[in-house]
C-alpha cells in the first residue's frame, strides 16, 4: 500500500486528493490496522495532494489521535493549504495535532 | 439574474463528491474566489453526507469494504433532493431527504455531538455548515426527513488575498 509507511515509530499516511465520508472509511481501518500490529507511536497526515476535505477528514483525525494520545503518541499534519487549515482551526482540532509546513 | 437547478440521486457515498462538484459548477457564473468556492463545496459536502448515512442510515462507503456492499447490509432505496438557486449575488442550497428525521435539532446542531462516534464520525457537520455559509436553518419531523436550507452571497470575499 503506497498510502501507508511506518518509519522508525512513525506511521506516514499520503492523504487522497478529497477526503468525504465515502473515503475516510478505509483510511481509518488501514490506519488502525498499522497502529495496532506495527505498534507505532506517531501518526503524520500528509496532506500535500489534499485538495478537498470536510468534517470527516476532521473524524479520521480526531480518531487517530483518541488511539495513540494516551500513549503519548503525537499526530502531525503536513502541507496543509489555507482550506484544510481553516477546516483545523474551527474544529479546535488545530490545538491538538502538530501542523508542519 | 435568477437561475435554478434540481438533483435528485441516490443516498449513496459516492454521489456526495458528484453534489458537491455539481453545485461548484453551477456557481462559476457568480464568478467565486477560491475560497468562497472551497467553502460552498465543504457545506454541500456535510449537507449531503448527513443525509446519507444519518437521514437513510446508508452509512456503506466505497472505502471500508470494497467496492461492493457488505452483502448483510441492505441499501436504503431513498434519495437526496438537491435544489440551488442563484438570484444576482445570492446562493440558495437546498438538501432534503425523506429519511429518519432528527429528533432534537438543537442538540443535532451542537459541535462535537453525534450518534455515531464510533464510525469516525467528528460531530462538526452543522458547525462547518454554519461556519462555511451565511445562514443556515434545519428543518426536520421525525420519520419524515430533514430539509436543510444555506444561503451564501456570492462574491463578498477579499478580492486578492494577503
Redesign the interface.
Known amino acids: 500500500m503506497d498510502e501507508f509507511a511506518v518509519i522508525d515509530n512513525c506511521l506516514m499516511i499520503r492523504m487522497p486528493e ?1 477526503i ?10 488501514m490506519a488502525d490496522r498499522y497502529i495496532v500490529q506495527q505498534r507505532v507511536e506517531h501518526v503524520v497526515f500528509d496532506f500535500e495532494d489534499t485538495r ?5 477528514g ?3 483525525l ?2 487517530r489521535y483518541k488511539k495513540i494520545s494516551c500513549f503519548g503518541g503525537k499526530v502531525f499534519v503536513l502541507h496543509p493549504d ?2 484544510i487549515r481553516r ?1 483545523l482551526n ?2 479546535g482540532l488545530g490545538r491538538l495535532v502538530e501542523i508542519v509546513d | 439574474m435568477r437561475n435554478e437547478m434540481l438533483l435528485e440521486f441516490d443516498a449513496l457515498s459516492v454521489n456526495e463528491s458528484f453534489a458537491r462538484m455539481a453545485v461548484a459548477s453551477f456557481i462559476t457564473p457568480l464568478n467565486p474566489t477560491l475560497e468562497e468556492l472551497a467553502d460552498v463545496k465543504t457545506a454541500v459536502s456535510e449537507a449531503v453526507t448527513n443525509a446519507i448515512i444519518h437521514g437513510y442510515d446508508n452509512f456503506w462507503g466505497c472505502g471500508k469494504h470494497g467496492d461492493m456492499p457488505p452483502a448483510s447490509q441492505e441499501i436504503h432505496p431513498g434519495r437526496v433532493r438537491l435544489t440551488c438557486r442563484t438570484e444576482g449575488d445570492l446562493l440558495h442550497i437546498c438538501v432534503e431527504d425523506k429519511g429518519k428525521g432528527i429528533e432534537d435539532v438543537e442538540r443535532a446542531m451542537e459541535p462535537l455531538f453525534t450518534t455515531r462516534p464510533e464510525e469516525n464520525r467528528s460531530g462538526m457537520g452543522f458547525s462547518f455548515m454554519e461556519a462555511f455559509m451565511d445562514d443556515l436553518e434545519v428543518e426536520s419531523r421525525p420519520g419524515e426527513g430533514t430539509l436543510v436550507r444555506m444561503h451564501k452571497r456570492i462574491g463578498v470575499g477579499p478580492w486578492i488575498d494577503a
Do not use: A, P, T, V
Open positions: 478529497e468525504d465520508h465515502h473515503r475516510c472509511g478505509y483510511i481509518c481501518e478537498f476535505m470536510d468534517s470527516s476532521i473524524g479520521i480526531m480518531g489555507r482550506q477546516i474551527i474544529s
